[in-house]
T-cell receptor
Framework: DTEVTQTPKHLVMGMTNKKSLKCEQH?????MYWYKQKAKKPPELMFV???????INESVPSRFSPECPNSSLLNLHLHALQPEDSALYLC?????????????FGPGTRLTVL | GQQLNQSPQSMFIQEGEDVSMNCTSS?????WLWYKQDPGEGPVLLIA?????ELTSNGRLTAQFGITRKDSFLNISASIPSDVGIYFC????????????FGTGTRLTIIP
């Protein structure tokens, strides 16, 4: 398995809903990342997990809550989001010893907040 | 904070033409990466550069790590329709930092 998978591909939620995004990789990568990407803009880093521990939080609002249950899985829990949170949410991972050097991205989840 | 400026912002070319784009920074980077993103998909890593002056090819793509470590270049030869997309450069300033700085992107369109 040589890819990062993300589910769901599309998600529409109301501002009072609670939902979760899921990211999975089975390449033995120990660094995993969440990015947010608005249209026509580059990806913006949100969180970095290294060996299942949160190592970087880019001052992301608490309505976004990351979780890394094991080395292959990364979740992003969403609660009380705002319409401006609508974006493409990307997950990425890096091979051991190459953290940050090379990041392999999943296809993303297109989130729409109504 | 660090910023990466990419140029051009967009390109309109005919199939078969060569393409050149670049990325510049006000600060030094130790690693340069080039990604391509198709609509509705995640970025795909094209080329990684680790040493100043390094020139690396991947098929029709060639990228260079500038000797000042403040810039990088990507060339695409003999463009084909599947080259359409947005190209992002990304830089890493400190080994083990885990934080990539992305460029502003170059949108490539091929005119029929």
């Amino acid at each position: 398995d040589t890819e990062v998978t993300q589910t769901p591909k599309h998600l529409v939620m109301g501002m009072t809903n609670k939902k979760s995004l899921k990211c999975e990789q089975h390449m033995g990568h120990r660094a995993m990342y969440w990015y947010k990407q608005k249209a026509k803009k580059p990806p913006e880093l949100m969180f970095v997990y290294s060996y299942e521990k949160l190592s970087i939080n880019e001052s992301v609002p608490s309505r976004f809550s990351p979780e890394c249950p094991n080395s292959s899985l990364l979740n992003l829990h969403l609660h009380a989001l705002q319409p401006e949170d609508s974006a493409l949410y990307l997950c990425a991972s890096s091979p051991p010893g190459r953290e940050g050097y090379e990041q392999f991205f999943g296809p993303g989840t297109r989130l729409t907040v109504l | 904070g660090q910023q990466l400026n990419q140029s051009p912002q967009s390109m309109f070319i005919q199939e078969g033409e060569d393409v050149s784009m670049n990325c510049t920074s006000s600060s030094i980077f130790n690693t340069w990466l080039w990604y391509k993103q198709d609509p509705g998909e995640g970025p795909v890593l094209l080329i990684a550069l680790y040493k100043a002056g390094e020139l690396t090819s991947n098929g029709r793509l060639t990228a260079q790590f500038g000797i000042t470590r403040k810039d990088s270049f990507l060339n695409i030869s003999a463009s084909i329709p599947s080259d359409v997309g947005i190209y992002f450069c990304a830089g890493l300033s400190n080994f083990g930092n885990e934080k990539l700085t992305f460029g502003t992107g170059t949108r490539l369109t091929i005119i029929p």
